[in-house]
């Protein structure tokens, strides 16, 4: 990733004219990057899932701005989400079900990178886990029921923003322990320089398996873990500086702006790669291949099957409403999620 491609415009035949899009993380860096790349490209209605409403309403005017300039109608929608709070994920999937809101394409681009040993208040779980993974892990599934095409031709993209960084995980070379969820609550096993990578190897393996669950539900969805590549993003504000500095200086020579990154992102989110790419990596506009330390894949595999295993979705024997379960503790009963228990 120390030496990346220069990044091509987008293909003239990539237009989300008449879609719906939802953008985590849309108020500034990569996720706002990628919205006006959305724009750029006649999207018709745009949703900012955002932390912070004021700083959401100030890229809203922005985006409405670029959109009179190039002479197209838009339409921005803010919405609140703390992807620390799973309260907070429900409600935003709540919200919009409730507003009859139908989306065609979903960007998860919130993420965080912390060097300290930090809990949601909420859960209680390490945050890089909670909101990396297990928010994001919630949010993907409770959004397939509205992600629905515009007609029986088209797809439906689900791009969750992952790093090629995951390949730095110790995760893929150790026997599946008895418990992750125990590991990643112990201070004591916090290790700071891995963190981050092993919940992007965690959103992979999710990702993967997810995609082979899609065609007998939703065979009009495609979901993609897309990566920008070494970004000059606000990511890096929560490092403490002796980890800024040098990164920031490397940036200086190889790191992409952020509208490189958005544009990356967005061309995922076209569909352009097809069903065969649902599932994969995508970076540089094209399909990498999984890379694991461990050639049967084995261990990738039962680490995927236990941790969705922990976050399953159970259907109740009377009735229609669904429930994801984190372990013992449910994080909500559903009525419109249908997916087969994993």
């Not at 990057?33 to 490209?41: D, G, K, P, S």
């Not at 429900?90 to 809101?101: C, N, T």
């Not at 965690?202 to 939703?218: D, G």
Request: charged residues 20%; aromatic residues 8%.
């Amino acid at each position: 990733m120390i030496s990346q491609k220069k990044v091509p415009a987008l293909p003239p035949s990539v237009s989300f004219e008449g879609k719906t899009a939802l953008v985590t993380g849309a108020n500034r860096g990569l996720g706002f990057a990628t919205c006006q790349q959305l724009v750029e490209r006649n999207v018709s209605k745009l949703v900012l899932a955002v932390r912070t409403l004021s700083t959401g309403e100030e890229a809203k005017e922005a985006l409405l701005s670029q959109a009179s300039k190039q002479g197209h109608a838009l339409e921005v929608i803010v919405k609140q989400l703390d992807m620390a709070s799973e309260k907070s994920v429900i409600a935003l999937v709540d919200s919009l079900s409730s507003e009859g809101i139908v989306l065609h394409l979903a960007i998860l681009n919130a993420a965080i990178s912390l060097m300290k040993w930090t809990t949601s208040p909420e859960t209680q779980n390490e945050m890089q886990f909670q909101v990396n993974y297990l928010s994001t892990v919630l949010l993907s599934l409770l959004l397939l029921p509205l992600l629905q095409p515009l007609s029986p031709q088209e797809r439906c993209q689900l791009c969750i923003v992952g790093s090629q960084g995951y390949q730095l995980t110790p995760w893929n070379k150790k026997k599946t322990p008895s418990s992750i969820f125990s590991i990643f609550k112990d201070k004591a096993q916090f290790d700071p320089a891995t963190r981050y990578s092993s919940t992007k190897y965690f959103l992979f393996l999710f990702t993967r398996r997810l995609a082979s669950q899609l065609p007998a539900r939703y065979p009009h969805i495609q979901v993609y873990n897309t990566c920008p590549g070494f970004v000059k993003t606000t990511i890096l504000d929560n490092l403490p500086w002796y980890y800024t500095k040098p990164l920031k200086m490397l940036l200086v020579f190889v790191g992409r702006k952020e509208v490189e990154g958005g544009r990356l992102l967005a061309f995922a989110a076209s569909g352009e790669l097809g069903d065969k790419a649902s599932g994969e990596m995508v970076a540089d506009m094209k399909v990498l291949p999984y890379v694991s330390s461990d050639p049967d894949q084995e261990n990738g595999l039962m680490l995927t099957k236990w941790v969705i295993g922990r976050c399953h979705v159970q259907r109740r024997r009377k009735g229609t409403k669904w429930r994801i379960c984190c372990g013992k503790k449910p994080w909500k009963r559903l009525k419109l999620l249908n997916l087969d228990r994993w």
